[in-house]
């Protein structure tokens, strides 16, 4: 079955504690990416990636890193995570950049930073 | 920022009525999508119209798409209970970035 997984799915933590949301897509996508999605805000784009090692800026991502050593897998890194992190993540791919094609989402992230 | 709008933010109806939600966005754009999300999961592709297209057409769904105006609307005709779910649109950017925007959502409810 195609899909994008994300893990974990809910995640408490602490300020300043090193986090890692893992996001894996089984369908060959070129196109990956990392949303935030807050109340009032819609979602906002973090990063993209379009190929393995590729990797660029979206609308907010300071805060964020991410990294595609491999092109299934797209981790979202919080070196240092602050409360106003806290929110729902969303991964994202397709077969290529843009919009020319559909994305498909994962399931989310629920991330409470305290 | 290009990030869209969308209105209503909220919409109530019965069902088998009409909605019709609008997207606003800022400059120019090669694509526009909507997408379906149900209460706190991910988002669904539901329709691709591109900037040279003026509408199109998927089963109970009908985007245009006004380039001049930069807006979009959806409508869902005959609408169903299943059809309560949040609306989003999203675009890119004509110059050729690959950052993507998404609205902020219209939060459809079908009354049964």
């Known amino acids: 079955e195609a899909q994008v997984t994300q893990n974990p799915r809910y995640l408490i933590t602490v300020t300043g504690k090193k986090l890692t949301v893992t996001c894996s897509q089984n369908?060959?996508?070129?196109?990956m990416s990392w949303y935030r999605q807050d109340p009032g805000l819609g979602l906002r784009q973090i990063y993209y990636s379009m190929n393995v090692e590729v990797t660029d800026k979206g609308d907010v991502p300071e805060g964020y890193k991410v990294s595609r050593k491999e092109k299934r897998n797209f981790p979202l890194i919080l070196e240092s995570p602050s409360p106003n992190q806290t929110s729902l993540y969303f991964c994202?791919?397709?077969?290529?950049?843009?919009?020319?094609?559909?994305?498909?989402f994962g399931p989310g992230t629920r991330l409470t930073v305290t | 920022s290009q990030q869209g709008e969308e209105d209503p933010q909220a919409l109530s109806i019965q069902e088998g009525e009409n909605a019709t939600m609008n997207c606003s966005y800022k400059t120019s754009i090669n694509n526009l999508q909507w997408y379906r999300q149900n209460s706190g999961r991910g988002l669904v592709h539901l329709i691709l119209i591109r900037s040279n297209e003026r509408e199109k057409h998927s089963g109970r769904l009908r985007v245009t798409l006004d380039t001049s105006k930069k807006s979009s609307s959806l409508l869902i005709t005959a609408s169903r209970a299943a059809d309560t779910a949040s609306y989003f649109c999203a675009t890119d950017q004509q110059t050729g970035a690959n950052n993507l925007f998404f609205g902020t959502g219209t939060r459809l409810t079908v009354i049964p």
């Open positions: 369908m060959n996508h070129e196109y």
């Open positions: 994202a791919s397709s077969l290529a950049g843009g919009l020319s094609y559909e994305q498909y």
